[in-house]
C-alpha cells in the first residue's frame, strides 16, 4: 500500500507542473504572428505605410509584453514602421556646390573645377595631364576672383 502514495504524489506533482506549464505560457508570439500576418497583407495589397490601416499592425507589436521573447523582433518592427511613417523632409531649393537652377555664379565655378580635378585625377597622358593642370589653375583663380565679391544676401558688397 505504500507504494501507491509515491505514485499518486508523482501524478500529482506533474499535474501541477503542466498546469503552471500553461499559465505560464508566452502569448507573445501568437501576438507577433498576427501583427505579421496583417502586415503581409498590406504588404501584398502595396498600402503605403501612411495609411491608417497600418495603425492595426502598430497596436498588434505594441500589444507584445514587454517580458514576452517576441519583444525585441516586435520592438524592431515597430521602428522600421515607425520611421516609414515618418514625413520626409522637404528637399531644399538649392545646395552648396550645385549646379543648374538656382545656383550662383560661384557654386557653378566651385563645380566646373571640381569636375575639373577629377578630370586630371583619371587622366594618364601626360600632355593630357598638362592642359588640364592650366585649365584647373584658370579655374580656381576665376573662383577665388567670384568668391572674393560674392557676399550673402543683403550685404551687397559694401
Sequence with gaps: MRTAYPRHSAALLLMGLLALWGCSKDPGPEQLAKAEGRYLELINQKVPPRDPAWTEVLSQLEA???????RPEADRRLASLKAAREQIPARPLARPGATGAGASEVETKRAACEALAKKLGESTTEPGRDQLRKALEDCQADLVRLEA?????GEEGH
Excluded: F
Aim: no cysteine; hydrophobic share 10%.
Design 64 to 70: 507584445v509584453p514587454k517580458d514576452s521573447k517576441s
Design 149 to 153: 565679391n560674392d557676399h550673402p544676401p
